[in-house]
Structures are given as C-alpha cells and as structure tokens.
C-alpha cells in the first residue's frame, strides 16, 4: 500500500518561502512521475508542478519563476520550495505519484495522493 505524506505547510505573510515535503511509504518512487496539486475553497483542484521519473519537470504559468519542484529517491522524498508567496497561493497543496515515468497535468493521470498540507499566504 502506497502512502504519501506531505508535510511543511503554514502560514505565511506575502513575499515569503514555504518548503513543502512529501514522503512516500510502501513502494520505491524511482523512475516514476510525482507531481503537486492545490486547491483553494470552492474552487477545483489544478496543477501547480511535476517532476518526471527522469526528472523533467514542468511547471503551471501561475508558479513558474517563483516555486522549484525537486525529488531524492534516495529518501523516497519530493520537495516543492516556494518563494514569492502571494495570497492567491493559499490552497491544500497535495502531493500525488503516478504509475509511470511521465504524467501531465491532469489529476487524472496520478494514482496516488496525499492528505494534503494547508498554506495560506496573507497581504
């Protein structure tokens, strides 16, 4: 059973740097695409990041310049730094792995997600 939890979340003031974490149990993530999603309230939830199994990495317009998404499998980890805070960051960021080497954008394409980790970003 694959487990993925995040971790790192908080409360920020505009212009400041969270770093997010996710760990994974149960299986090795190497060689497979992981990714991080958001969504705020009421709202759907969108792609903010993801990072091959080949370590390609492709970025929403919204985060681009500003967040970095990075991977260890030596620790079974994937971080996602994010500078440049502004409040319409504030969401649950999720963490989610796929069954293969690449995944898009879409939700759909992960298999496996964690419980979420609240950010909230203030003017």
């Known amino acids: 059973q694959v487990q993925l939890v995040e971790s790192g979340g908080g409360s920020v003031q505009a212009g400041g740097s969270l770093r997010l974490s996710c760990a994974a149990s149960g299986r090795t993530i190497s060689g497979y695409s992981m990714a991080w999603f958001r969504q705020a309230p009421g709202k759907e939830r969108e792609f903010v990041a993801t990072i091959s199994g080949r370590y390609s990495t492709l970025y929403a317009s919204s985060v681009k310049g500003r967040f970095a998404i990075s991977r260890d499998n030596t620790k079974n980890t994937m971080t996602l730094e994010m500078n440049s805070l502004k409040p319409e960051d504030t969401a649950v960021y999720f963490c989610?792995?796929?069954?293969?080497?690449?995944?898009?954008?879409?939700?759909?394409?992960?298999?496996?997600w964690g419980q979420g980790t609240q950010v909230t970003v203030s003017s």
């Open positions: 989610s792995l796929a069954q293969g080497v690449f995944a898009g954008l879409s939700a759909g394409e992960y298999d496996y």
